[in-house]
Nanobody
Framework: QVQLVESGGGLVQPGGSLRLSCAAS????????MGWYRQAPGNQRELVAT???????NYADSVKGRFTISRDNAKNTVYLQMNSLKPEDTAVYYC??????????WGQGTRVTVSS
């Protein structure tokens, strides 16, 4: 069974930074795309950023220029570096992995709270 384990969430002041990590229990080379999504209270889950096997990235407009998604293939891990955090970034952040064979997997989520 594929597992995605997220870490790195927490409480940070506006303007601060956090780095989220997502470790996959399968080879990252079997995964087509990995990404981060978030869900704030009362809102639907939304895309934050994705990265393909070849390193092609895609970002939501709301995080462009502030967040950076990256991957370490040797560690089967994807990261989300979040800078200049705003209160509206407060949400539970979920890691997602889509396999080449069509399988899609989600992590358990990690909470990010941006507040003074």
């Amino acid at each position: 069974q594929v597992q995605l384990v997220e870490s790195g969430g927490g409480l940070v002041q506006p303007g601060g930074s956090l780095r989220l990590s997502c470790a996959a229990s399968l080879s990252i080379f079997s995964i087509n795309t990995m990404g981060w999504y978030r869900q704030a209270p009362g809102n639907q889950r939304e895309l934050v950023a994705t990265i393909t096997t070849f390193g092609r990235t895609n970002y939501a407009d709301s995080v462009k220029g502030r967040f950076t998604i990256s991957r370490d293939n040797a560690k089967n891990t994807v990261y989300l570096q979040m800078n200049s955090l705003k209160p509206e970034d407060t949400a539970v952040y979920y890691c997602n992995a889509n396999e080449y064979d069509g399988g899609s997997h989600w992590g358990q989520g990690t909470r990010v709270t941006v507040s003074s």
